[in-house]
């Protein structure tokens, strides 16, 4: 969901993404907000609509952790293996 920082002025957040499951994990960076629970990792821009989805940047494994920098996503795999993808 999203509201301008100031709020939403009484009206309903704008839903941005939708992670399907009750384990979903988030991080945000200064252009996107990537998202997984229990399966592939997407992406969905700020500002943008992903039509709840959004765009699946990695779909071989489901995250347990995500982390993002400046050129990359990081994630825990279900086995621990902390993984990389770059450029994210």
């Known amino acids: ?10 009206k309903e957040p704008t839903r941005v993404a939708l992670a399907d499951g009750s384990d979903a994990r988030f991080v945000i960076d200064v ?20 039509f709840g989805y959004g765009l699946t940047v990695e779909a071989r494994s489901a995250a347990h952790a995500l982390a993002v920098d400046a050129t990359s996503v990081y994630w825990a795999d279900s086995d621990g293996t902390i993984m ?4 994210k």
Do not use: E, W
């Open 84 to 87: 990389r993808l770059t450029p």
């Open 31 to 50: 252009g996107a907000v990537y998202f997984s629970a229990d399966g592939p990792i997407a992406k969905c821009g700020l500002g943008s609509d992903c």
């Open 1 to 10: 969901m999203k509201c301008a920082i100031d709020g939403c002025g009484g």
